[in-house]
């Protein structure tokens, strides 16, 4: 049974940043409903390759049947050791489009969407031990306020906290209806919306360890780039996109990388092209492409 999914967000400019060689070898780390590995195994000859990872079980369902095509079910930031276990070293380029699927978010059940009364999850790979359960009744006050200060940007982090811990002493906070009524105070009713996601969006990053994982997949992709070979991410929110950002310029997540003999800074990467988004027809067919920061590079 093929799982639903919506179209891809910037999908001829991820696809096109990659420069695809036709015989050439390339990953896709977010495979979820298969729409940019379609787009590239149709710019692929027969000697062509495409490894794909999701760590989703939802999304196996919609592997591709093609010979030229791997589906792997893993978390991207494992992403050299299960390419080395395929015999790959070096690959002509990655595609990334980083956040919730639109099946993940559709799917009530799974806890991601604010639209729906569910039990808290929202973990990604449902084998997963850590759930949004266990984040909000189980961490501590200081934990709750470091997850909604760092991955929500929530400036009332500290008092939400407190009312979360003091609430649970008396009952389990079980649903996505009861975690609303406790932070109630903190959902004006013309920002409701905006305010909520940046609360989901907190807990979802710490369930999934998201920001962790990121950092470790981008650690690797100099080293599974062939030279020449391109990267074409997209990112949803600042948080990742400084990431990517940093990392493309740098090397590295925070300071500046080291200089040679010369004075010139040693970095594995050259972005190409600006930070691509979005046209407002493409956001109007897709509310998901709102946030959407698209950012090629090149391992040099």
């Known amino acids: 049974m093929t799982m639903e999914y919506h179209n891809p967000v910037l999908l001829k400019e991820t696809v096109g940043g990659l420069e695809i060689k036709p015989d050439g070898v390339y990953v896709d780390v977010t495979f979820g409903g298969g729409g940019h590995s379609k787009e590239i195994l149709k710019r692929l000859s027969a000697t062509g390759?495409?490894?794909?990872?999701?760590?989703?079980?939802?999304?196996?369902?919609?592997?591709?049947?093609?010979?030229?095509?791997?589906?792997i079910n893993e978390n991207?930031?494992?992403?050299?050791?299960?390419?080395?276990?395929?015999?790959?070293?070096?690959?002509?380029?990655?595609?990334?489009?980083?956040?919730?699927s639109s099946h993940q978010f559709d799917v009530a059940e799974r806890g991601?969407?604010?639209?729906?009364?569910?039990?808290?999850?929202?973990?990604?790979?449902?084998?997963?031990?850590l759930s949004a359960f266990h984040v909000v009744n189980e961490y501590d006050e200081e934990q709750l306020k470091n997850v909604f200060f760092q991955y929500g940007e929530l400036r009332a982090a500290p008092a939400m906290a407190r009312l979360i811990v003091e609430h649970r002493e008396n009952e389990p906070i079980v649903t996505s209806e009861q975690l609303k009524s406790v932070?109630?105070?903190?959902?004006?009713?013309?920002?409701?919306?905006?305010?909520?996601?940046?609360?989901?969006?907190?807990?979802?990053?710490?369930?999934?360890?998201?920001?962790?994982a990121l950092k470790e997949f981008l650690l690797q992709t100099p080293e599974i780039l062939k030279q020449g070979g391109r990267l074409s991410f997209i990112s949803y929110h600042s948080l990742e996109d400084r990431l990517v950002k940093r990392f493309i310029r740098n090397g590295l997540f925070e300071g500046e990388p080291e200089r040679d003999m010369f004075g010139n800074f040693e970095v594995p990467l050259k972005k190409v092209n600006g930070l691509i988004v979005p046209t407002k027809e493409e956001i109007n067919i897709n509310s998901r492409a709102r946030s959407a920061k698209l950012r090629i590079a090149e391992k040099i």
């Not at 495409?50 to 939802?58: E, R, S, T, Y």
């Not at 690959?91 to 919730?100: K, P």
Request: proline fraction near 2%; glycine fraction near 4%.
């Open 49 to 71: 390759k495409l490894f794909a990872f999701d760590q989703d079980q939802d999304a196996i369902e919609n592997a591709i049947d093609d010979d030229r095509f791997t589906l």
């Open 183 to 212: 932070l109630r105070k903190f959902l004006p009713p013309r920002h409701e919306n905006k305010v909520l996601a940046q609360i989901y969006q907190a807990i979802r990053i710490e369930v999934n360890q998201e920001i962790e």
């Open 76 to 100: 991207f930031r494992y992403v050299k050791r299960f390419l080395r276990f395929h015999g790959v070293k070096q690959v002509d380029g990655v595609l990334a489009d980083f956040g919730v």
């Open 112 to 129: 991601f969407s604010t639209r729906f009364e569910a039990n808290l999850d929202m973990r990604m790979n449902q084998q997963n031990k």
